[in-house]
């Protein structure tokens, strides 16, 4: 946006010289307007005509005094509450913060009466210090009785919470969880790295990345060889949006409705929730929005872009919309999306943050059709449920452009030893226990269950789906798919709604969920179903 603030030498219009206020700097500054102005050349006398001064004159070379802002009452409110102070002196500060290293030291020895206050502080402490909308969402909360399900342990298919109360895990944390709870393997890894080297130096070589990224391009899809190691699903995103564009030398996407990407300002531009980027609009401007499985629209909208001349630098989109509701394509959408992307000459983006790992009883989403993208973003199950870790992937004549320059895209955190070792951890224990051949049994079983209690429920059940573990059960509206959740969180069973949405159950177990677990599942739906209907 231009700067056309300009102030007139005189109280109203009728011409008259202008003085800039750009001028005024550069005289403050010993140098006159114009080309080839240098400190000490006199200023020509009609470049500037100043106002007249109705006092006594003032030496040139002495700023004149600016006239004292008179502050508002807002603006005085404003500067008393950000002077305000907190309650807690260092001293106690540094005592508070003993307390619960302490706590953290014996987490196992603690009494009823320090539980129930834990309880009590961690639910102040979120409603005062953190993001209190927060607890609204939470049944942890709303629905726990007597007192609020603060986590404490877990193991597997188990979460307890700190008052000792047991549930099944069917959440997975949104499918962090793929290889189970503390998996040990996953846990003794980070351990041991923990005694070593936590964190890298930045300068030194860490063995881990190389490790994890020969790993990674191993066991990838067809050529996808090098990848960057970052922290959470929307920072593999970004890092996938940035390398298509300085490969394609294009700047627009073609995204998905309902597709979830992340939250960041890039990846929240290829959202296909309203909900969530109403409040940060404008966002990225040249962003393409087309329904999730219908290829026709793709090639439609790339078709159009090429008549009208508008660069298009990649397609995204999930193999499985997993934040929409479990929502699976048509077998035919990913291998015409490969297709479409070659004629058109821009490249496909595979979202694979959530179905990646196994989740969809393929090491990958995208092999369930054949499909090789030419840029994979994987997060939360890679970082086997004990670290954070993301990456995203593409082939070595793709990533020629970033080796120019290997700084233009950098984080500190990223691919750290401890994310890495977790990362190795992972992949070892997905391919030892094969957890995508488990999920893909366990997955045909659960999905049984639930089209038996759907034929069962029909008036309240809309739809069963997914692929694997990853399940989406839809009910006739929010309210009910609410309270079937609910019902299941008192009956000792997490699931969860689509974030701000419960008329879809999503249900992404470990796994190794074993089937008896899986059936204690299905009778607690059934009985909460029946106690509903």
């Known amino acids: 946006m231009k700067n056309t603030l300009k102030r007139d030498a005189k109280a109203?219009?009728?011409g008259g010289d202008v003085v800039l206020l750009s001028n005024i700097r550069l005289m403050s500054a010993g140098r006159t307007p114009g080309n080839g102005a240098k400190k000490g050349d006199?200023?020509?006398v009609s470049s500037v005509r100043a106002a007249p001064r109705s006092a006594e004159a003032v030496p040139a070379n002495i700023p004149e005094k600016r006239a004292a802002v008179r502050r508002s009452l807002k603006a005085a409110a404003k500067a008393r509450a950000r002077r305000a102070r907190r309650q807690m002196s260092p001293e106690k500060v540094i005592k508070e913060s003993q307390r619960w290293l302490n706590i953290i030291a014996n987490a196992n020895k603690l009494s009823q009466a320090r539980k129930k206050k834990v309880v009590k502080e961690t639910v102040k402490s979120f409603n005062a210090y953190f993001n209190s909308g927060f607890l609204e969402y939470r049944k942890a909360v709303a629905e726990a009785e007597q007192y609020a399900a603060i986590e404490w342990t877990g193991q597997g298919s188990y979460i307890e919470d700190i008052m000792g109360r047991q549930y099944i895990d069917c959440l997975g944390g949104f499918g962090i969880y793929s290889a189970?709870?503390?998996h040990p393997k996953i846990v003794e890894a980070v351990r041991g790295q923990l005694d070593r080297m936590p964190l890298s130096s930045q300068e030194l070589l860490d063995p881990l990345r190389g490790a994890l990224a020969e790993l990674l391009g191993e066991i990838a899809p067809g050529n996808l060889q090098k990848c960057f190691f970052i922290n959470n699903g929307t920072d593999a995103v970004e890092g996938a949006m940035k390398l298509a564009r300085l490969y394609t030398e294009k700047s627009g996407f073609i995204s998905t409705i309902r597709g979830f990407h992340g939250k960041s300002y890039g990846s929240l531009s290829l959202m296909g929730k309203a909900e969530f980027r109403v409040a940060f609009e404008?966002?990225?401007?040249?962003v393409y929005f087309v329904e999730f499985g219908d290829a026709d629209e793709v090639e439609w909208q790339l078709k159009k872009a090429r008549d009208v001349g508008l660069d298009i630098a990649a397609v995204v989109a999930e193999p499985v919309q997993g934040e929409a509701g479990a929502i699976v394509p048509p077998d035919d959408y990913w291998p015409r999306l490969r297709e479409i992307c070659d004629e058109y000459d821009v490249l496909?983006?595979?979202?694979?943050v959530q179905t990646g790992l196994g989740?969809?009883?393929?090491?990958?989403?995208?092999?369930?059709?054949?499909v090789i993208p030419d840029i994979m973003c994987l997060g939360k199950a890679l970082g086997g449920g004990v670290m954070p870790l993301s990456a995203f992937i593409s082939t070595p004549e793709i990533w020629k452009v970033l080796e120019k320059n290997p700084f233009l895209h950098s984080s500190t955190f990223g691919g750290n030893p401890l994310a890495c070792a977790a990362g190795i951890a992972a992949i070892n224990v997905t391919l030892e226990e094969d957890l995508p051949g488990q999920a893909a049994q366990a997955g045909e079983y659960f999905l049984a269950g639930l089209r038996d209690i759907h034929s069962r429920y029909p008036d309240h059940v809309v739809d069963v789906r997914g692929k694997g573990l990853l399940i989406g059960v839809e009910f006739d509206n929010t309210e009910f798919g609410y309270s079937v959740a609910a019902g299941l969180f008192r009956r000792g069973v997490l699931v969860a709604g689509t974030l701000l949405n419960a008329k879809t159950i999503r249900i992404e177990p470990a796994l190794s969920i074993p089937r008896k677990l899986i059936d204690e599942v299905l009778g607690h739906l059934d009985d909460t179903l029946r106690s509903l209907s």
Not at 359 to 370: P, Y
């Open 359 to 370: 989740r969809t009883g393929k090491l990958f989403g995208v092999e369930h059709w054949n």
């Open 12 to 14: 109203k219009g009728g």
């Open 348 to 352: 496909l983006i595979a979202d694979e």
């Open 42 to 44: 006199p200023a020509p």
């Open 180 to 182: 189970g709870v503390r």
């Open 282 to 286: 404008p966002l990225l401007q040249d």
